[in-house]
């Protein structure tokens, strides 16, 4: 069965520290993987897609690294902002240009001053 | 550059009522979707549609119908709302290939 598995279920820092998200999926064929942040009562927002061939992607403070053969990906944020508090979610392709987005239950990020 | 339009943003129905949800889109992209997010759970595919003209069934569909007639336009219709459709409703879009989804602002809808 397809899924994709998200750690841990919340997190809370304080801002100015460094924190890591987990995902671990079960998803094959894999195409791509992707990383959402989502504000409360916002929709979803891309930060980062990577195919099989990437095992490093940036955007600004977010880091995310892909392990295809573990499958197993983290989503790193740097010097953590309040901003940063969000639900930040873990989606998985088995086919590009299809239906097939796995999503994952997500992190719920809290960055407290 | 709007992105993903989704109306209404919020609406409250008794059960057995009707609406429909809009999502309009000013990309040009050829693939759309409806989801539906549950405490606890990830976002869930309701129906999609991979170009003007056509729709297919997702994941969790029943209760649910939808209609494509214009490219730009993604209708979401629930014929007779039930308390189970309690939901926040997104609406995505992308292009062709591996590309980036946009995302609605979401629609809550309560069912009393």
């Known amino acids: 069965k397809n899924q994709v598995e998200q750690s841990p279920q919340s997190l809370i820092i304080l801002e100015g520290k460094n924190c890591t998200l987990q995902?671990?999926?079960?998803?094959?064929?894999?195409?791509?993987l992707r990383w959402y942040k989502q504000d409360t009562g916002r929709g979803p927002v891309s930060l980062t897609i990577?195919?099989?061939?990437?095992n490093t992607k940036s955007n600004g403070r977010y880091t995310a690294t892909l392990d295809a053969d573990t499958k197993q990906s983290s989503l790193h944020i740097t010097a953590s902002q309040l901003s940063d508090s969000a639900s930040y979610i873990c989606?998985?392709?088995?086919?590009?240009?299809?239906?097939?987005?796995?999503f994952g239950t997500g992190t719920r990020l809290k960055v407290l001053a | 550059n709007a992105g993903v339009t989704q109306t209404p943003k919020f609406r409250v129905l008794k059960t057995g009522q009707s609406m429909t949800l809009l999502c309009a889109q000013d990309?040009?992209?050829?693939?759309m979707y409806w989801y539906r997010q549950d405490p606890g759970m990830g976002l869930r595919l309701i129906h999609y549609?991979?170009?003007?003209?056509?729709?297919a069934k997702g994941e969790v569909p029943d209760g649910y119908n939808v209609s494509r007639l214009k490219k730009q336009n993604f209708l979401l219709g629930l014929e007779s709302a039930a308390p189970s459709q309690t939901s926040v409703y997104f609406c995505?879009?992308?292009?062709?290939?591996?590309?980036?989804?946009?995302f609605g602002q979401g629609t809550r809808l309560t069912v009393v």
């Open positions: 990309m040009n992209h050829e693939y």
């Open positions: 549609s991979v170009g003007e003209g056509t729709t």
């Open positions: 989606v998985v392709s088995s086919q590009s240009g299809t239906y097939k987005y796995i």
């Open positions: 995505a879009s992308t292009g062709t290939g591996v590309t980036e989804a946009f």
């Open positions: 995902c671990n999926y079960t998803v094959s064929p894999f195409s791509n």
């Open positions: 990577m195919t099989f061939s990437e």
